[in-house]
């Protein structure tokens, strides 16, 4: 089910991204108790600084676990370009999360083939779409390790 790009589609993208800030605004006032979920998969807010704007930003993002690191997807409902939040990061990699109100330091990096063979299965777990994104898609879609900093 693909309701992530039908709402994109249908809201364009300065209404999606009203909808995302919204998103965004909930989930701090509450500390995480409203926007935790989406699709029953765990969401975080990602803290990145624009590499061309230097502008902060905060995306809500589904997230995994692998040990102490958190795992994030730049499928971009496997669109053929990556996310913004994904070259920030690479920018700047040094950020915060917020997850369930609990504010983290993390350092990004793109996870090795090695790593991303064996996390993918368990994102695709947490998330099914991202199966179906990386089959719409030519572009190898990236993991991403946020380490603690």
Known sequence: MRIVSRVARRLGYRGWH????????????SRG?????????PVLLLDHVG??????M????????????????????GA???PHWWPNLKAHPET????????????ARQATPE????????????YAPYADYQR?????????ILAPA
């Open 136 to 144: 719409k898609t030519d572009r190898d879609i990236p993991v991403v």
């Open 80 to 82: 053929p370009r990556d």
């Open 96 to 107: 915060t999360v917020n997850v369930y109100g609990d504010v983290r330091r993390v350092r």
């Open 33 to 41: 108790r409203i926007g935790r979920k989406w699709q029953g998969a």
């Open 115 to 126: 790593e991303k063979a064996r996390i993918w299965p368990a994102m695709v777990e947490v």
């Open 51 to 56: 590499r061309k704007s230097g502008k902060r």
């Open 58 to 77: 905060t995306s809500p993002l589904i997230y995994g676990e692998d040990g102490e690191n958190l795992i994030l997807v730049a499928s971009f409902g």
């Open 18 to 29: 009203g909808f995302t800030q919204t998103h965004v605004r909930a989930y701090r006032a």
